[in-house]
T-cell receptor
Framework: KNEVEQSPQNLTAQEGEFITINCSYS?????LHWLQQHPGGGIVSLFM???GKKKHGRLIATINIQEKHSSLHITASHPRDSAVYIC????????FGTGTSLTVIP | GAGVSQSPSNKVTEKGKDVELRCDPISGHTALYWYRQSLGQGLEFLIY????????KSGLPSDRFSAERTGGSVSTLTIQRTQQEDSAVYLC????????????FGPGTRLTVL
């Protein structure tokens, strides 16, 4: 069983498009994390949420605790946003989604 | 300041040999985490330290895996009698507090078991 489900698995977008990546989880959590991994690169933490909404530049993350669901939005997408986006939840340990591979075409 | 560092960056070993992977967290970070990312697979949680203590070791894949942390700083992940399925990138991260804090990831150690 997967404690964390992400969708879509793969996503291709034209530059400038609005992008949404979804994450659902089935365990009790203390926080939800959105991570970014560039090809051949390291992992960067984008957001850590326990409620509501956070915004950083063109990225917005929301979480609905009651529905056990989170979304990551990218506005005005750019080719440099191409990466794998990973949803993770933390309770007494970490559970990871399988990631969403995003490709933004110029 | 310096980020999380890991060594070696690459390790090739023969099946059956022991390996040690090292993680230097950000100075002052009390929490340290080990993860594994196998080729084409997602991230897998291995173990978490708060200070020098590991409250939950259930994420370690087998008893061939062990980890320790000394002085609330450097951590080593040891894999004994390596198997081919141990081949993966082993990632370390650290944070100020616990699971609710932002984690900072190291570049990883790519382990290849021949």
């Amino acid at each position: 069983k997967n404690e964390v489900e992400q969708s879509p698995q793969n996503l291709t977008a034209q530059e400038g498009e609005f992008i949404t990546i979804n994450c659902s989880y089935s365990v009790g959590i203390s926080a939800l994390h959105w991570l970014q991994q560039h090809p051949g690169g390291g992992i960067v933490s984008l957001f850590m949420l326990s409620s509501g909404k956070k915004k950083h530049g063109r990225l917005i993350a929301t979480i609905n605790i009651q529905e056990k669901h989170s979304s990551l939005h990218i506005t005005a997408s750019h080719p440099r946003d191409s990466a794998v986006y990973i949803c993770a939840v933390s309770g007494n340990q970490f559970y990871f989604g399988t990631g969403t591979s995003l490709t933004v075409i110029p | 300041g310096a980020g999380v560092s890991q060594s070696p960056s690459n390790k090739v070993t023969e099946k059956g040999k022991d390996v040690e992977l090292r993680c230097d967290p950000i100075s002052g970070h009390t929490a340290l985490y080990w993860y594994r990312q196998s080729l084409g697979q997602g991230l897998e949680f291995l173990i978490y330290f708060q200070g020098n203590s590991a409250p939950d070791k259930s994420g370690l894949p087998s008893d061939r895996f062990s980890a320790e942390r000394t002085g609330g700083s450097v951590s080593t992940l040891t894999i004994q009698r390596t198997q081919q399925e141990d081949s993966a990138v082993y990632l370390c991260a650290s944070s100020w507090g616990d699971f609710t804090d932002t984690q900072y990831f190291g570049p990883g150690t790519r382990l290849t078991v021949l």
